[in-house]
């Protein structure tokens, strides 16, 4: 699982087209992003791209293969699928791949944030409701021992 510095700096070059994207080592593997967001990983200096069902076919198409992350447990992929060596030579076609995969990411990313917000909404809420009086019998008991 090593990853050259040659090969990071190969792929962010290739993405220039894009705009700025940033490459961040991390579990012996390098992360990228662009305008702040996860949208690929570079493992055994192999590209592998965010996809969901808009863009899986087009990665399908050209034969690419999920990211593994365990290679003893091949049954558990990720949401990323290697990029076909004819794409990654092109900077314009990669640009436009890493475009759509930018956006899944993005969109994944505000959906969970909605997600964290409203869970963090009803914690909040939770604190604030007054917590309810505990009363000795019935309602009618209370009724009667009410002193007049």
């Known amino acids: 699982m090593s990853v050259s510095k040659d090969f990071v700096d190969y792929v962010v ?3 220039r087209l894009l705009g700025v994207v940033t490459a961040r080592r991390m579990f012996g593997g390098v992360g990228l992003y662009y305008d702040g967001v996860f949208f690929g990983l570079i493992d055994d ?39 076909p060596a004819e794409v990654l030579d092109d900077p314009d076609s990669l640009s436009n791949w890493a475009r759509k995969s930018a956006a899944i990411a ?21 604190k604030r409701r007054p917590a309810k009086k505990k009363t000795k019998g019935s309602a009618k008991q209370l009724i009667r021992a009410r002193p007049k």
């Open 106 to 126: 993005r969109s994944v990313a505000a959906q969970k944030a909605q997600v964290r917000n409203a869970r963090a909404r009803q914690a909040k809420a939770a």
């Open 13 to 15: 070059e290739q993405l």
């Open 45 to 83: 200096d192999t590209l592998f791209l965010r996809v969901d069902d808009s863009n899986r076919s087009d990665f399908e198409r050209c034969g690419s293969k999920p990211f593994v992350p365990m290679r003893d447990k091949p049954e558990v992929s990720m949401n990323y699928f290697d990029v």
